[in-house]
């Protein structure tokens, strides 16, 4: 089992950047796959990255593509999500997620942290 806490989100203006950290204990978090999800009051949660146990693959929504980027730290035990470009839309609550990489894609996971929100200004 994993513990997850993400930290990093605030409020930022429209075109700046945001990194999200996810600390992992419990378990070493190259276990699992890792990923991304945010939502709104409004919105179903929507995946936003997942990065492979192995760290060689990544997906990321076509909304995020280019402007997004899922990494993580071993050592640290730790994943980020480095949010460049940010658009009002992008606000949400973030969260980060353990699980198997086929199923994070798919909106699934096995353990999630709390959240963090995440505010773009225009």
């Known amino acids: 089992q994993v513990q997850l806490v993400e930290s990093g989100g605030g409020l930022v203006q429209a075109g700046g950047s945001l990194r999200l950290s996810c600390a992992a204990s419990?378990?070493?978090?190259?276990?699992?796959?890792a990923g991304w999800f945010r939502q709104t009051p409004k919105k179903e949660r929507e995946f936003v990255a997942a990065?492979?146990?192995?760290?060689?693959?990544?997906v990321y929504a076509d909304s995020v593509k280019g402007r997004f980027t899922i990494s993580r730290d071993n050592a640290k035990n730790t994943v980020y999500l480095q949010m460049n470009a940010l658009k009002p839309e992008d606000t949400a609550v973030y969260y980060c997620?353990?699980?198997?990489?086929?199923?994070?894609?798919?909106?699934?996971?096995?353990?999630r942290g709390q959240g963090t929100q995440v505010t773009v200004s225009s």
């Open positions: 997620a353990a699980g198997g990489f086929a199923t994070l894609t798919t909106g699934s996971y096995d353990y």
């Open positions: 419990g378990r070493t978090v190259s276990s699992y796959a």
């Open positions: 990065l492979s146990r192995t760290a060689i693959s990544t």
